[in-house]
């Protein structure tokens, strides 16, 4: 586990984490990840087996209801 700093803390006693804070622990939580949890989370892949979102056309649905 990370453990966050004490050096940007507020007036109500919050702590925000540092940038290096933040990437550490999103590295550790990444790494507990199941490919198929990695697949999901792809954002903007160039893996041409990433899923997207299907494309439909009306002569599409119009063939398939007649």
């Known amino acids: 586990m990370v453990a966050f700093s004490q050096a940007n803390s507020d007036e109500q006693g919050m702590i925000d984490p540092t940038p290096e804070e933040i ?3 999103s590295r550790a939580i990444r790494q507990r990840w199941s490919e198929r949890t990695r697949k999901r ?5 160039r ?3 990433a899923w997207s979102v299907p494309t439909v056309t009306l002569d599409d649905i119009a063939a398939a209801a007649s």
């Not at 989370?41 to 892949?45: F, G, T």
């Open 41 to 45: 989370r792809r954002v903007l892949s």
């Open 23 to 25: 990437r550490d622990r």
């Open 47 to 49: 893996d041409p087996n």
